[in-house]
T-cell receptor, first 113, second 113 residues
Framework: DTAVSQTPKYLVTQMGNDKSIKCEQN?????MYWYKQDSKKFLKIMFS???????INETVPNRFSPKSPDKAHLNLHINSLELGDSAVYFC????????????FGSGTQLSVL | GNSVTQMEGPVTLSEEAFLTINCTYT??????LFWYVQYPGEGLQLLLK?????DKGSNKGFEATYRKETTSFHLEKGSVQVSDSAVYFC????????????FGKGTTLSVSS
């Protein structure tokens, strides 16, 4: 069983569209994250939720809206997609907020044309 | 603020060569330090960690020692294999509520036979 699974793996779309990426973890973890990895492999935290509550919200455009229906899911919705949103988005989870160990999904490669 | 600086890649080695990837950090207080590895097409995986000064993390032949005096956490391996080809990320966690893992920019390692 995949511990942290995210869908879709690849997403190709036009500028201006709205899209969602889904993430689920079956580890029983309390905390989930979204990271963005740019073309130079640089990873930056976007959001973190602990038990469905937002605890980290970095400087991310309002077009990005995370939603956590329960502690096993953290979805990412993006409105009005722009060329600069093209990146690989990684979901991750950890047992608590202490970040002893992060478990990552395999990533969603988003290409905005 | 807190940050991690890694040596620029790519690093290209022959099989059985010695590997060093430099990592230095800036942080207030006493952070925990990590090395994560990303194989092609996959998410990141924890390779090793150290939570206090002079701790040595080790796994799969890789080692790194937490040096507070030089604010460093260099990754080493005595004899690399082709299967070690991946991107390696040094990371820091400030052990403060409301913060997330901060990654360096990643170093690509390519090992040839």
């Amino acid at each position: 069983d995949t511990a942290v699974s995210q869908t879709p793996k690849y997403l190709v779309t036009q500028m201006g569209n709205d899209k969602s990426i889904k993430c689920e973890q079956n580890l029983g973890h309390d905390t989930m994250y979204w990271y963005k990895q740019d073309s130079k492999k640089f990873l930056k935290i976007m959001f973190s939720y602990n038990n469905k509550e937002l605890i980290i919200n970095e400087t991310v455009p309002n077009r990005f809206s995370p939603k956590s229906p329960d502690k096993a899911h953290l979805n990412l919705h993006i409105n009005s997609l722009e060329l600069g949103d093209s990146a690989v988005y990684f979901c991750a989870s950890s047992p608590g907020t202490g970040v002893e160990k992060l478990f990552f999904g395999s990533g969603t490669q988003l290409s905005v044309l | 603020g807190n940050s991690v600086t890694q040596m620029e890649g790519p690093v290209t080695l022959s099989e059985e060569a010695f590997l060093t990837i430099n990592c230095t950090y800036t942080a207030t207080g006493y952070p925990s330090l990590f090395w994560y590895v990303q194989y092609p097409g996959e998410g990141l995986q924890l390779l090793l960690k150290a939570t206090k000064a002079d701790d040595k993390g080790s796994n799969k032949g890789f080692e790194a020692t937490y040096r507070k005096e030089t604010t460093s956490f260099h990754l080493e391996k005595g004899s690399v294999q082709v299967s070690d080809s991946a991107v390696y990320f040094c990371a820091l966690f400030a052990n403060q509520a409301g913060t997330a893992l901060i990654f360096g920019k990643g170093t690509t390692l390519s090992v040839s036979s």
